[in-house]
């Protein structure tokens, strides 16, 4: 698999159209040296949170400390996790200057804290937490139940649009495509197929998994060990996953698969282009959801289709430096009728977890919602839509052998 780069990588932000093009590169350079240092700072990170845990434990009384005899020799297993971890991060960052114009600077590697590599803030220690969880999610064993429940159907759904004998010449697009693997499992079934990720973390950690190594298991983590609550056995915090469950070498070399980088509404502008644009967990990435919306309808080709699976977590509701729009799925709903989408299969609610670890006692699901929506085969404009269909009804169904008709044995969308 190949990792293209049609655009300049940015945190997801717009660039400022006045910044000159030395004033970009820089931007970027500054934002990948900031990944970079806190992917390289994780073992410091959570070092200070056992030596935390450690010290608060040596305030108790002896009475009690001599009831948990097992605490003190618990805290020193950190210490090998702590560095299979550091190890995995660091060959993330080392894989990733891909995504810079030049080489390495020295100041990446410089000591974490001085004025040239300031301390990373929490939040984006908490985006390295999330990057290793989300190896589970993608790429391990222990995440399948979890991919089952939000790919599964999508990857079904293509399935049954698409026979395996058109599945080479169908384009379909993963928005939001994060470690990669939805697109992945997608290629692997005969679709040509491009994963598109903004986020430098998950871009960082998707290049590294796909083209770093061959074979599975090569790679041992420990994804959970910055977890102190909700463990219900002593061992549980520091259990180990192999990744990746599946050689991510292994696609046949006629796959056309490929990741590229940067925001979707930035690259993505050729229209009808796209046979299924496939959103998982994306929708409510959006600062503005219409203009997803409006994008996905405009690079769809007629008669194809949208097929989407998450919640309404919006991203932004809280981001008081962004506009940000959150409407409920009803309205949602209505926008895609009014843009002229047929909304060809529906369901709702779907449960689902995300990043989950399975063996917490706390759970967390949400109840998501899946959905089918078909570009008309002779659209007409967003701005001018007559409305679409709802399911239930679905009009709009190309006729077969027509131009941009879906293939002439694709499942009726209706009975998805």
């Known amino acids: 698999p190949g990792l293209s780069l049609p655009v300049s990588i940015?945190?997801?932000?717009?660039?400022?159209d006045n910044l000159t093009e030395e004033e970009a590169q820089r931007l970027e350079e500054e934002h990948f040296l900031k990944v970079t240092r806190a992917l390289r700072f994780y073992?410091?990170?959570?070092?200070?949170?056992?030596?935390?845990?450690?010290?608060?434990?040596?305030?108790f009384s002896s009475r009690h400390q001599s009831l948990l005899p097992r605490f003190l020799p618990k805290l020193e297993q950190f210490s090998s996790a702590i560095v299979a971890n550091q190890r995995v991060l660091d060959?993330?960052?080392?894989?990733?200057?891909?995504?810079?114009?030049g080489p390495p600077s020295t100041d990446e590697t410089g000591a974490v804290g001085t004025l040239a590599a300031p301390r990373p803030a929490q939040f984006d220690m908490d985006?390295?937490?999330?990057?290793?969880?989300?190896?589970?999610?993608?790429?391990?064993?222990?995440g399948q139940l979890e991919r089952d429940a939000c790919y599964g159907p999508i990857i079904d759904c293509l399935e049954k649009l698409f026979p395996p004998e058109s599945r080479g010449a169908a384009q379909v697009l993963?928005?939001?495509a994060g470690l990669g693997r939805l697109a992945f499992d997608i290629a692997a079934r005969g679709f040509s197929c491009q994963g598109n990720e903004w986020s430098m973390y998950m871009l960082l950690a998707s290049n590294w998994i796909l083209n770093g190594r061959s074979g599975m298991h090569h790679t041992t983590i420990y994804?959970?060990?910055h977890m102190f609550c909700n463990n219900f056995g002593a061992d549980?915090?520091?259990?180990?996953?192999?990744?990746?469950d599946v050689d991510t070498f292994g696609l046949p070399p006629t796959s056309n698969f490929s990741m590229a980088a940067g925001d979707f509404l930035e690259i993505y502008n050729e229209r009808d282009k796209w046979d299924a644009v496939a959103t998982c967990f994306f929708l409510d990435t959006a600062r503005n959801v219409i203009a997803y919306i409006e994008r996905i309808w405009n690079i769809l080709r007629p008669g194809m289709y949208w097929i989407n699976f998450g919640p309404l977590l919006y991203h932004f509701d809280d981001n008081l430096d962004a506009p940000s729009i959150e409407l409920s799925y009803q309205e949602i709903r209505q926008l895609l009728i009014d843009i002229g989408f047929d909304l060809t299969h529906e369901q709702y609610p779907l449960r689902c977890g995300y990043i989950t670890n399975p063996r917490s006692m706390m759970q967390m699901e949400y109840n998501c919602v899946f959905f089918v929506a078909q570009k008309p085969n002779v659209p007409c404009d967003p701005g001018d839509a007559a409305g679409g269909h709802t399911a239930g009804a679905p009009a709009g169904v190309p006729p077969r052998g027509s131009p941009g008709a879906a293939p002439a044995t694709a499942a009726s969308p209706g009975h998805l």
Do not use: C, N
Request: positive net charge.
């Open 10 to 16: 940015m945190s997801g932000a717009t660039e400022p």
């Open 43 to 59: 073992a410091q990170h959570l070092t200070e949170r056992v030596q935390r845990a450690r010290t608060s434990f040596l305030r």
């Open 91 to 101: 060959a993330i960052a080392d894989h990733g200057h891909m995504f810079t114009s």
């Open 127 to 142: 985006k390295v937490y999330t990057t290793v969880k989300q190896f589970v999610r993608d790429w391990a064993a222990e």
């Open 174 to 176: 993963v928005p939001g």
């Open 223 to 225: 994804p959970f060990a």
């Open 236 to 244: 549980d915090q520091l259990r180990p996953v192999a990744i990746p």
